[in-house]
């Protein structure tokens, strides 16, 4: 007898808008998006209110205290701009700072060796040098139309008045209590008088989070200017702190920090520009993983037909390769990013691309440029879920804005520093603790991210921006909303509901929304492939954003359905 049961089906209507759509994480966030373009804003100024507020109203995801990136399509200009704003090791950092506790792997985000007490993953010493504040205001500054007083009193207000605790809140409170109570500034404003997660019982009497003292931090900011965070007597405070606990911090690492304007990484996709971000982030893995995929014939097998999903597959093997051997800091080791993408190199891939059943990656592609080095590779076991967000922006003008930021881990550091109501990230955890690898722990060097956002143009105009949350899933995640956006014409509400899979991990991971023919197939074709139900939340896959121009000049939003407090809005 053949049973069945049916599947909780769940998705987001389509949100569109003549004058602007934002699409972000939190609806708070969201509104203050808005609130730019009703006042006369731009795509620009939208994007950073958002980025401001989400910090604010998505604490365990991101804020002033963590990193990101930036890409952003000029209307006027016809161009993209990119803006980086990763977080960077204090100058004392050393390979040796985590020591390892033993041969097995951590139960972190990045299932690297573990370290005694877990020093890169909570506390002090797991804080990087933070670029939130000095990224989003550099921007602003460039290309944006409002001040940044005009752009932080929504993040101000939120901080003030406090944002109600849904169920989301109190899950991802209570999922790591334990390390928030080690920190009594941290405590005091995230849990309740008990020391419990707040949670509201009644929607007309909802609990809510303040931070009055984040509040006055940003209030400075928005007084005396972004420099104000690295270079005042709150800079001394942050290194004081963070000194005293085990820290190499000191003032002049936040006061050398600054966010710089870059030339985004542009490929080549079909008939359309794929605008990233380079260097050691997420964009530079996405921009390989695209060059190869437009030289194969993944676009002519059909929307998630198996066999483009198998060539998929060994697309994002041999990338994420080249990324856990070769990626790091540019300032610290020679990486060769133009070979990575060059003809001869993506020639190489596809070579090794097979029709048959999957092998792992070879060496090939590499040996016929001749890219070596003596450093052993970072070869991360598993990963889970990750603390970032995104958002995406486009405006009635056709600017557009796609900005990924985080804390790394949830919840950071779990610091707060007191006074203040910054908490802080935990980027040191982005470096690999075991030294003599190219990612290895080292002073003033800006670690491996997976940030990977992503604007696409074609001929003169944008046409759509992309974006996730979700770790080492990011990049390839990125890479199946664009193609389902560009190959197969979706709206950007459909390109984000369709069923994905990851490559991340050793498994192949697979959404049980695929058809069992598709899983059967892939499992015939070599893949360990493991099932995997995201309306369980679980943050077994990214958690995707976007905004996208429609034909008839309507801009369109979509955000991910399993990421409950995600939001589209539009004027």
């Known amino acids: 007898m053949t049973t069945s049961q049916s599947p909780w089906q769940l998705s987001r209507s389509t949100t569109t808008g003549a004058r602007g759509v934002v699409a972000a ?48 399509w000029l209307a006027k200009e016809q161009r993209s701009v990119a803006i980086e704003y990763p977080m960077r090791s204090p100058a004392g950092a050393t390979a040796e700072m985590f020591p390892l506790a033993s041969a097995t792997r951590d139960a972190s985000l990045f299932g690297w060796p573990a370290t005694v007490d877990n020093a890169n993953i909570v506390g002090h010493r797991a804080v990087a040098i933070p670029g939130t504040v ?170 998630n037909a198996p066999e483009a999903l198998h060539q998929l597959a060994q697309i994002g093997r041999r990338a994420y390769a080249d990324r856990f ?51 052993a590779p970072s070869v991360p076991e598993y990963m889970r879920d990750g603390s970032t967000t995104h958002l995406s922006v486009m405006d009635g003008d056709g600017n557009v804005v796609s900005i990924t930021q985080t804390l790394l881990a949830a919840w950071g550091s779990r610091v707060v520093v007191p006074g203040t109501g910054v908490i802080f990230n935990n980027g040191m955890m982005w470096f690999d603790p075991e030294p003599g690898r190219p990612n290895s722990v080292a002073g003033s060097k800006v670690p491996l991210s997976n940030m990977a956002p992503l604007v696409v143009s074609a001929g003169s105009a944008a046409e759509a921006a992309i974006g996730s949350s979700g770790g080492r899933k990011i990049a390839f995640h990125n890479m199946q909303v664009a193609m389902n956006v560009i190959d197969h014409g979706l709206a950007m509400q459909a390109a984000i509901d369709a069923p994905v899979i990851d490559i991340s991990t050793p498994l192949l991971v697979a959404s049980s929304y695929l058809p069992s023919t598709t899983i059967e197939t892939l499992r015939g074709l070599g893949h360990d492939v493991a099932l995997r139900d995201p309306s369980r939340m679980t943050g077994d896959f990214a958690s995707p954003t976007g905004v996208r121009i429609r034909n008839d000049g309507t801009i369109e939003g979509g955000a991910d359905p399993w990421y409950y407090p995600a939001t589209v809005g539009s004027l």
């Open 325 to 375: 051997s070769y990626f790091a800091d540019p300032d610290h080791i020679d990486v060769p990013w133009d070979a990575f993408l060059s003809e001869t190199y993506i020639d190489a891939m596809l070579a090794e691309l097979s029709d048959g059943p999957a092998h792992k990656p070879q060496a090939g592609a590499r040996d016929a440029l001749g890219i070596t080095h003596d450093l």
């Open 134 to 303: 000095d990224g989003l205001a550099l921007a602003l500054e460039r290309y944006g139309t409002l001040s940044l007083a005009e752009v932080l009193a929504p993040a101000i207000d939120i901080a003030e008045r406090g944002f109600e605790v849904t169920w989301h809140t109190t899950g991802m409170i209570a999922r790591d209590i334990a390390n928030l109570a080690r920190f009594p500034a941290t405590a005091a404003i995230y849990l309740d008088d008990a020391g419990r997660a707040p949670v509201t019982l009644y929607q007309q009497l909802p609990t809510v989070i303040r931070n009055p003292e984040l509040a006055q931090t940003l209030r400075c900011i928005a007084e005396h200017g972004p420099r104000w965070f690295y270079e005042s007597e709150i800079a001394e405070t942050f290194a004081s702190h963070l000194r005293e606990h085990g820290g190499t911090h000191t003032a002049k690492d936040f006061r050398d920090y600054h966010a710089c304007e870059t030339t985004p990484r542009t490929v080549r996709y079909g008939d359309h520009d794929i605008h990233t971000v380079g260097g050691p982030s997420g964009g530079s893995t996405l921009a390989q993983m695209l060059r190869v995929a437009d030289r194969a014939t993944i676009r002519d097998l059909g929307h």
């Open 25 to 72: 994480k939190t609806p708070d966030a969201v509104a203050a998006g808005l609130a730019m373009l009703e006042r006369g804003g731009n795509a620009i100024d939208a994007a950073i209110a958002t980025a401001f507020a989400a910090g604010v109203a998505e604490p365990w995801m991101n804020g002033v205290g963590g990193g990101g990136y930036l890409v952003a």
